[in-house]
């Protein structure tokens, strides 16, 4: 049923929430996982070469420590996962990218970094629950 799980990751409680369900979706279902992170340039622009870079290069360095981490979690229960970190606009970037693998399902929290709000659908889930044509599963 699924053979590819899309699992967008910040660092937050919700995304380790989601991890979870993530990984026990590809591992009954021998999927592969897709860890995406994606440095919301939105937020800082792409200018070359100022403090705005600077910014931008350090949210790629937590990126992928980030993306190891999940990376790793997935291959200590047997689950074959890749990574991905772009920039962008997250739920646009997940989005693409679940179309692009051709998800069977993404797996994403209700809230991110930006949200603390008991009952509430972030921004970006709520952009990609609206946009994305593959089933979404939230988690809270």
Request: glycine share 10%; aromatic share 4%.
């Amino acid at each position: 049923m699924y053979e590819h799980v899309i699992l967008p990751v910040d660092g937050s409680a919700g995304s380790n929430k989601a991890a979870e369900h993530a990984l026990t979706i590809a591992e009954r279902f021998d999927a592969d996982l897709h860890v995406i992170h994606v440095v919301d340039t939105h937020r800082y622009g792409e200018p070359a070469l100022s403090n705005a870079e600077l910014v931008i290069d350090g949210l790629e360095d937590r990126g992928d420590d980030l993306l190891r981490e999940f990376v790793d979690r997935a291959a200590s229960v047997g689950v074959d996962a890749q990574s991905r970190l772009c920039r962008g606009y997250p739920s646009r970037e997940i989005v693409d990218y679940a179309g692009t693998v051709d998800a069977g399902v993404v797996v994403i929290g209700t809230q991110g970094l930006t949200h603390d709000r008991p009952g509430h659908l972030g921004g970006v889930a709520d952009r990609v629950v609206r946009n994305c044509p593959q089933p979404v599963l939230l988690v809270s």
